[in-house]
């Protein structure tokens, strides 16, 4: 049985405490609002399986305090989305469906409550990262798969997780290639074959062709070594650029549209880097003046090459 001096011991802790965490801010002061980040966050469905929600307290004298774990958390729409109300996972909201939903944290003893929409969408269009690699037989690689979408404030764009429950990934030719949750395998034969992903909560789907090859990538060549672009001439402004591949068992491809392109000074010249304009080189302005390194790198294997665009009057 416990003793009415270790009762004592055991209220004078308690109210320690209590005032441990009143002495965070003065004894005077009111809780006025509860604020929850992120606020109003809209996410392409895939792109993640959920977000921790916080929710901060704000007290008439100005400071503040992380309420998270004091408020009672709920979601308007359980089926697109829970909250977790228990230790160690309040706030967390995980996703389960397309669609929109609220998501509220109350204070239980003022009653103060706070909001954030959490939109869930799905995707208006689907790019999957290699564009139109070149891979080696008998190697792997994880594919990336991007979505755009619309908001209010224009077009953005997030990056899916590839073990995604709304997304399916295939492959054209399994003979060349196999892909699982965007893990590109590729076989013996060598050959072609289209990689796609597919977003199983609307029609939207994406592509990128693989060429597999039975060499490996030694180097990369870049054509011309070194170019000139004339403002004077308006023929000039733009330099097609060309990237070719060597490869160890002496085959040699045109790699100029399965590399990324990139310009080390796109104040002076800008490069193509999508499909139908890889390696186009172009003067960024009238007036800008210089030499830029244009460089193309094999996105499987990280190797470059590179060239030099420059600029005259």
Same mark, same amino acid.
């Given at each position: 049985? +416990?003793?009415? +001096? ?25 809780? %006025? ?8 966050? #809209? ?39 829970? *909250? ?21 944290? *109350?204070?239980?003893y003022t009653h103060l409550s706070g909001s954030a929409l959490l939109s869930i969408v799905t995707p208006s269009t689907l790019t999957i990262t290699p564009e139109n690699p070149v891979m080696t037989t008998g190697k792997s ?19 899916? /997780? ?21 893990? %590109? ?26 060429? *597999? ?9 870049? $054509?011309? #070594? ?10 000039? /402004?733009?330099?097609?650029? &060309?990237? @070719? ?25 800008? *490069? ?5 304009? +890889?390696?186009?080189? &172009? ?11 244009? &460089? ?9 090459? @590179?060239?030099?665009? $420059?600029?005259?009057?």
């Amino acid at each position: 049985m +416990k003793s009415f +001096k270790t009762d004592i011991v055991m209220v004078a802790l308690l109210a320690m405490a209590a005032l441990g965490f009143m002495s965070c801010h003065s004894s005077s002061a009111k809780l %006025v609002s509860i604020t929850i980040t992120p606020a109003d966050q #809209v996410s392409v469905h895939g792109a993640a399986t959920g977000y921790q929600f916080t929710a901060i307290g704000t007290f008439s004298d100005g400071k503040v305090l992380n309420y998270t774990s004091e408020v009672t958390w709920s979601s308007s729409e359980p089926a697109v989305a829970t *909250v977790g109300t228990t230790a160690g996972v309040t706030g967390y909201v995980t996703v389960l469906s397309v669609g929109a939903t609220t998501i509220t944290a *109350v204070e239980p003893y003022t009653h103060l409550s706070g909001s954030a929409l959490l939109s869930i969408v799905t995707p208006s269009t689907l790019t999957i990262t290699p564009e139109n690699p070149v891979m080696t037989t008998g190697k792997s690689h994880q594919f990336t798969a991007i979505a755009s979408y619309l908001t209010s404030s224009g077009t953005a764009t997030q990056s899916l /997780l590839s073990s995604a429950p709304s997304k399916t990934w295939s492959s054209s030719n399994p003979l060349v290639a196999t892909v699982s949750n965007g893990l %590109v395998t590729t076989l013996a034969s060598s050959g072609t074959t289209t990689i796609t992903v597919q977003d199983l909560d609307s029609p939207v789907f994406g592509t990128t062709m693989l060429l *597999v090859t039975t060499g490996t990538l030694s180097f990369i060549t870049v $054509t011309p #070594v070194s170019a000139d672009i004339s403002i004077s001439s308006s023929p000039g /402004l733009s330099r097609q650029l &060309t990237a @070719t591949g060597t490869y160890d068992d002496a085959t040699i491809l045109d790699l100029t549209e399965h590399v990324n392109w990139y310009s080390a000074a796109t104040g002076t010249v800008v *490069v193509g880097n999508i499909t139908g304009s +890889k390696g186009l080189a &172009t003067a960024a302005t009238l007036t800008s003046f210089g030499t830029a390194t244009i &460089t193309a790198t094999d996105p499987i294997s990280s190797i470059t090459g @590179t060239a030099s665009v $420059t600029v005259t009057p």
